[in-house]
């Protein structure tokens, strides 16, 4: 299958701060990508799918200005998590995809702590 | 909300084929179901998925009903290395996403 890669793999940041997650497609073309979040011993949230070159949409309940999502080209999109707080503190996941969008390819996950 | 409910835990002896049963009554006709898992701290590992007929590939087989109301997914020789979360998933076909229950914990033992 089709790889996704992310990074970082984990980060600790001190509470305030801004993190960026990227999200990339390495061998295929991700018109959609897809963004969770994944709480200890929990399932995965969707947090909200992004579509290259335009907004993403977000799920009910998350802050868009908090999580900002960036999907500026086919193999990237990123996730930023601003002024971050230990509530935050959590398993990110992307996912990926192609044109037919019936498939979806994950990433390994980023796994944040926030102080 | 989900669409599909599991039982929250299973065991199965390493070997035997592992069943997975899957509940997906208000499934749509063009909605897809999806196997994945989710080894622990690891990002979800893609199985199998079907529509009506029933699917097989190197991982596993996929036995939907006719009525397409529910599904088992068949890891025919379990190995230690199957313990994980299961997930079916239904794909919902108005905007492709996928809608996470919470799983199937599926655990091999020796």
């Known amino acids: 299958g089709a790889v996704v890669s992310q990074h970082p793999s984990w980060v600790i940041c001190k509470s305030g701060t801004s993190v960026k997650i990227e999200c990339r497609s390495l061998?295929?073309?991700?018109?959609?990508m897809f963004w969770y979040r994944q709480f200890p011993k929990q399932s995965l949230m969707l947090m909200a799918t992004?579509?290259?070159?335009?907004?993403?949409?977000?799920e009910q309940g998350v802050e868009k200005d908090k999580f900002l999502i960036n999907h500026a080209s086919l193999t990237l999109s990123t996730l930023t998590v601003t002024s971050a707080h230990p509530e935050d503190s959590s398993f990110y996941i992307c996912?990926?995809?192609?044109?037919?969008?019936?498939?979806?390819?994950f990433g390994p996950g980023t796994r944040l702590t926030v102080l | 909300d989900a669409k599909t409910t599991q039982p929250p835990s299973m065991d199965c002896a390493e070997g035997r084929a592992a069943n997975l049963p899957c509940n997906h009554s208000t499934i749509s006709g063009n909605e897809y179901v999806y196997w994945y898992r989710q080894i622990h701290s690891q990002g979800p590992q893609y199985i199998i998925h079907g529509l009506k007929n029933n699917e097989t590939n190197e991982m596993a087989s996929l036995i939907i009903t006719e009525d397409r109301k529910s599904s088992t997914l068949i890891l025919p020789h379990a190995t230690l290395r199957d313990t994980a979360v299961y997930y079916c998933i239904v794909l919902l076909d108005s905007n492709y996403q996928l809608i996470w229950g919470a799983g199937t914990k599926l655990i091999i033992k020796p």
């Open positions: 061998d295929f073309q991700a018109t959609t």
């Open positions: 996912s990926a995809s192609g044109l037919q969008g019936i498939e979806q390819f």
């Open positions: 992004s579509n290259e070159g335009s907004k993403a949409t977000y």
